[in-house]
């Protein structure tokens, strides 16, 4: 690990504009990913500003009836809420199928939406990745491909995003709420969060490199029957090969979201309205510009079926 300096902030907008004045500088919460990168010297931030005490560890009601969570709050104690458990489930199931129970102790809210790709060619620093060294390559494509995209990527990554809390979010059609280094605050749509790869799969966000999540806000409750369904290579700590975000309501305003197959959580609001009509005709139309590669190709069949079980779940 690279040497860097250190400091606390005490209050949001001190924090941003902490980074802001130095260079390279990164915020520091749980550090569940980040001190990982920094021991392998892919992320080599030469300032952490601690953020831990600035109070955005509250579950807040909102005037129109939903929820803020501040940015600080931890993924057990997120999972845990009452509120979330009774009025969205599908939140607190994804939480639960993530990571472990010691890492949930630790990550945040913030910190989830901005893990990085669990792809092992960005993590081994000795092949070529756009993600991590841009205009590298990327060792992927035409290498081991089971855990990778199969919609949404680019000749020049083809890597998932991690998060199973983001997914989601994604189908709650969640706000993201940031503040910046000059002090401005602004939301943000969950849906134009996280960016495709493009030519730039480095930039991963659409955040500015000064600026700090301090809360997520969930607009109010949707009803319905709420269900995330997880598929991975072993029951506990892995990540999704396939995993789907669903909320099915009699009245028709189902709707499905996707993880492990794309560079974001993978919604597609036309997909929605096809619910009614199986996962067959959802799929065709949520993974219609699929491009799988010759190993992860099984990702397409693999998400049709565990949306037709959650489906079945649903009308129990």
């Not at 807040?60 to 997120?78: K, M």
């Not at 966000?205 to 369904?229: C, D, N, W």
């Not at 199986?278 to 079926?305: C, H, I, S, W």
Request: hydrophobic share 40%.
């Amino acid at each position: 690990m690279k040497a860097f300096t250190y400091e606390r902030a005490s209050s949001p907008e001190q924090a941003a504009q902490m980074v802001a004045r130095t260079p390279n500088a990164k915020f520091i919460a749980g550090g569940t990913n980040l001190l990982d990168l920094m021991k392998l010297e892919i992320e080599t931030p030469t300032h952490l500003v601690d953020v831990n005490s600035l109070g955005l560890d509250r579950i807040e009601a909102t005037p129109d009836g939903g929820l803020r969570i501040g940015g600080l709050v931890r993924n057990t104690d997120l999972a845990a809420d009452l509120r979330i458990r009774r009025d969205y489930p599908v939140l607190s199931h994804a939480l639960l199928a993530g990571a472990s129970g010691q890492l949930r102790n630790a990550a945040t809210t913030g910190g989830n939406l901005l893990q990085r790709t669990r792809c092992p060619y960005f993590y081994d620093t000795n092949m070529p990745c756009n993600k991590r060294t841009p205009g590298s390559g990327c060792g992927a494509i035409g290498g081991v491909t089971r855990q990778h995209a199969v919609i949404g990527h680019s000749d020049a990554c083809i890597a998932t995003n991690p998060s199973d809390m983001a997914v989601a979010l994604r189908v709650l059609d969640a706000v993201v709420e940031t503040v910046q280094g000059d002090g401005k605050t602004r939301t943000i749509p969950i849906a134009e969060f996280h960016r495709l790869p493009g030519g730039t799969p480095n930039v991963e966000t659409v955040l500015a490199a000064s600026e700090m999540i301090t809360g997520v806000v969930l607009p109010k409750p949707l009803g319905g029957v709420q269900l995330y369904r997880k598929v991975r290579d072993r029951a506990s700590y892995a990540f999704a090969l396939v995993s789907v975000a669903a909320v099915i309501r009699k009245d028709g305003g189902s709707r499905v979201a996707l993880g492990g197959v794309a560079h974001r959580p993978w919604r597609v609001e036309a997909a929605d309205a096809r619910l009614a009509d199986g996962a067959r005709a959802t799929m065709a139309e949520l993974l219609a510009d699929a491009r799988p590669q010759p190993e992860n190709a099984f990702k397409v069949t693999l998400a049709e079926r565990t949306l037709a079980a959650v489906l079945a779940q649903a009308r129990i």
